[in-house]
């Protein structure tokens, strides 16, 4: 049973927990490097997310026994053509939830991507000699980290995603 394939999903989708968990704790908490435990949780949590995603291909492709079901990317499975080439109604729906950026899939895979993202300085125009000293500054905030709940409520759509796929399995 432990070489089953739906159980590295479940291992995922509880591993996420686990750093979702840890994460509130360091919000919680006072310690000096709370900002950097903070910041090592949500890095897990989409980790583990992601494998949960990954996993829940693997399952899909493996229950239909599609060519290339082993992907080591969840990329690699949701696109259109390995639907064109091997429809199952899962899969297409996974499909159609990453092409929409608006859907929580997409954002968790835009999310997982810009972990492996370099920083990137802010840009500043050339200085030209005639401008004046006094410039106006922006003290807008760059776009704020991904919240804890965000985070959650992609795990609980992932698991009631899983579950329902688990239920409805059937060969075409």
Same mark, same amino acid.
Request: glycine residues 4%; hydrophobic residues 45%; charged residues 25%.
């Given at each position: 049973?432990?070489?089953?394939?739906?159980?590295? !999903?479940?291992? /995922?989708?509880?591993?996420?927990?686990?750093?979702?968990?840890?994460?509130r704790?360091?919000?919680?908490?006072?310690?000096?490097?709370?900002?950097?435990? +903070?910041?090592?949780?949500r890095?897990?949590?989409?980790f583990?997310?992601?494998?949960?995603?990954?996993?829940?291909?693997?399952?899909?492709?493996g229950?239909?026994?599609?060519?290339?079901?082993?992907?080591?990317?969840? *990329?690699?499975?949701?696109?259109?053509? +390995?639907?064109?080439?091997?429809?199952?109604?899962?899969?297409?729906e996974? +499909?159609?939830?990453?092409?929409?950026?608006?859907?929580?899939?997409?954002?968790?895979?835009?999310?997982?991507?810009?972990?492996?993202?370099?920083?990137?300085?802010? /840009?500043?125009? /050339?200085?030209?000699?005639? !401008?004046?000293?006094?410039?106006?500054?922006?003290?807008?905030?760059?776009?704020?980290?991904?919240?804890?709940?965000?985070?959650e409520?992609?795990?609980?759509?992932? /698991?009631?995603?899983?579950?329902?796929?688990?239920?409805?399995?059937? *060969?075409?």
């Amino acid at each position: 049973m432990a070489n089953e394939l739906y159980t590295r !999903t479940n291992q /995922k989708i509880f591993y996420a927990g686990l750093a979702l968990d840890a994460w509130r704790v360091a919000e919680e908490g006072r310690a000096m490097n709370a900002q950097a435990l +903070v910041q090592a949780e949500r890095e897990a949590a989409l980790f583990h997310l992601y494998g949960a995603v990954l996993g829940l291909c693997h399952e899909i492709a493996g229950y239909y026994r599609l060519p290339g079901s082993t992907a080591p990317r969840a *990329e690699q499975f949701l696109v259109p053509a +390995v639907v064109e080439s091997a429809p199952c109604p899962e899969l297409a729906e996974l +499909v159609e939830l990453a092409q929409q950026s608006e859907t929580w899939l997409a954002q968790l895979l835009a999310a997982y991507a810009a972990l492996f993202q370099p920083p990137q300085a802010d /840009k500043k125009a /050339k200085v030209d000699p005639s !401008t004046p000293l006094i410039q106006a500054v922006s003290l807008d905030e760059e776009e704020p980290p991904l919240a804890r709940e965000t985070l959650e409520a992609w795990r609980e759509n992932l /698991k009631g995603l899983a579950r329902r796929f688990r239920e409805t399995l059937t *060969e075409w």
